[in-house]
């Protein structure tokens, strides 16, 4: 069920989501939060409780969008070749986590099983399978794809691939070039390359 937010909230919220951006979940504090926000700091209490359950507000409030965004996206392709909905589907997901790839360094265990947490990633991940699961069938049907993978096994391959990528930079990038600055630039580009020939293999349509 999507969680309704106040306009207050989503200021506080965007606010944090822009300091965390910036300086990292640890170097970021309530104080900095309601000082951007121009808030009173008890107002993050009134709000929310505590900094972990706007943390938990957050993380729900972004993936919300990213779901909505993601629905949002998939209407403008609806139309396309089976071929070219995948291709833009999995490029898309991919440049939306690595755009907000700093959540995965704050969002734990205890985080993400969080009852509302796990619901609202539960309707984004369902969200992506039904669509992938269209998208596969129709490439089916049309001969474009050989074989009908399993469309929730294709969102694990995605999802863990790359969330696997941002929580171990210290790996990843041995095999990149660049420098650091230019870590999830190059990051995105190598996983896009990947995931789609990862994925379209497993439909057995050749690149």
């Given at each position: 069920m999507r969680k309704k937010f106040t306009e207050k909230q989503i200021h506080i919220l965007d606010i944090a989501e822009e300091l965390i951006a910036q300086k990292?979940?640890?170097?970021?504090?309530?104080?900095?939060i309601s000082a951007?926000?121009?808030?009173?700091?008890?107002?993050?209490?009134?709000y929310f409780g505590s900094k972990e359950k706007m943390m938990v507000n957050l993380y729900q409030y972004r993936v919300q969008k990213t779901r909505e965004t993601f629905a949002e996206f998939t209407q403008t392709i609806k139309d396309g070749k089976p071929e070219m909905q995948l291709k833009e589907i999995i490029n898309f997901v991919t440049k939306q986590l690595i755009k907000f790839n700093y959540f995965h360094g704050f969002v734990n265990q205890e985080l993400r099983h969080q009852d509302r947490v796990k619901d609202t990633l539960l309707e984004f991940y369902q969200t992506f399978t039904k669509v992938l699961e269209d998208v596969v069938q129709k490439g089916i049907v049309s001969g474009v794809f050989k074989r009908a993978?399993?469309?929730?096994?294709?969102?694990?391959?995605?999802?863990g691939t790359i969330v696997f990528t941002i929580r171990n930079k210290n790996y990843y990038e041995i095999y990149l070039k660049g420098n650091d600055e230019d870590y999830l630039a190059n990051a995105e580009k190598k996983l896009k390359n990947h995931l789609n020939l990862c994925v379209f293999s497993l439909l057995g349509y050749q690149i």
């Open positions: 990292g979940f640890e170097g970021t504090s309530v104080r900095d951007k926000a121009n808030i009173n700091v008890a107002m993050i209490s009134y993978a399993k469309s929730e096994d294709i969102v694990s391959t995605i999802i």
